[in-house]
């Protein structure tokens, strides 16, 4: 960006489920392109620029996202978010609005991102709640999913976790926090009873990767995969994807948090 454009760090919400991801794309609704779309109304202005702390994929949902958005002129923060909001559509909301430095940068500068997954067994649930609500046939042994979702914690090799791809070579991650619990609104409305979360707070994932540990949590919960087998992959030994992806709408981007913000 030109070194006298201004600089804002936005923080905003969405529902995947109506978009093919974040990242801008013809001929398809995204996060971003309706964003782009919205931004050039509301400040009409043509010479500007989003930037986003990172991709979700088509279906996937946030809690609270962050863009950078570059300006040549300035914005009234103070009334921004209201003004934009007022034409984005109902599943999509800015959240808040903050000036940033030259020197910061959304993508090198993230500390840390939250994901969260939101799944269902047992009897399929109300249709009302399949946007952010994966189902999964069976009943499955949640005490050893969550002894498998432990072994996740830490520093391992990732590339049976994940999609192998030409993007990088290095599939080593760090997960430094992980946590399985019952739903908060299970039970409520049209939350079933045996609706779970499972939590993943990393610097960085790679592509697929929280959908395909939650999938093979869920075999490994269902006699699909034994203990010793999930283990074994987290060395980085053998080939392929250890489990197919869970489903996009299960998954939430629940944070991303800064340096030095």
């Known amino acids: 960006m030109q070194s006298n454009w201004y600089t804002y760090l936005f923080h905003v919400q969405y529902l ?11 001929g398809v609704r995204t996060i971003q392109g309706t964003l782009e779309r919205t931004f050039r109304h509301s400040l009409g ?14 279906g ?3 809690n609270r996202a962050a863009f950078e ?19 984005l559509p109902t599943d999509i909301r800015l959240l808040e609005v903050r000036e940033v430095g030259k020197d910061f940068n959304i993508i090198h500068d993230v500390a840390w991102k939250e994901y969260r997954y939101n799944l269902a067994f047992g009897e399929k649930f109300h249709p009302f709640a399949g946007g952010y609500l994966s189902y999964f046939a069976g009943n499955p042994d949640i005490e050893l999913m969550q ?12 590339r049976r976790f994940c999609s192998v791809d030409k993007i990088t070579d290095n599939y080593v991650r760090t997960i430094l926090e992980t946590s399985f619990s019952r739903h908060p609104q299970a039970g409520l409305g049209y939350i079933p009873e045996q609706s779970y979360t499972m939590e993943f707070k990393g610097k960085g994932f790679l592509r697929y990767q929280v959908r395909i540990m939650v999938g093979a949590l869920i075999d490994l919960g269902l006699g699909k995969l034994s203990l010793a087998e999930f283990e074994e992959a987290l060395s980085g030994q053998g080939s392929g994807a250890i489990a197919i992806q869970a489903p996009a ?13």
């Open 16 to 26: 995947g489920l109506r978009y093919a991801g974040w990242q801008k794309q013809e």
């Open 60 to 62: 996937v949902s946030a």
């Open 69 to 87: 958005l570059f300006s040549p002129v300035p914005i009234e923060l103070g009334t921004i978010c209201y003004q934009v909001n007022q034409y």
């Open 147 to 158: 002894e498998g979702l432990a072994l996740l914690k830490g520093m391992h090799d990732f």
């Open 45 to 58: 202005e043509e010479r500007f620029k989003i930037l986003g702390a990172g991709r979700t994929d088509a």
């Open 249 to 261: 709408h299960g998954l939430v981007l629940e944070n991303v948090v800064f340096r030095n913000i």
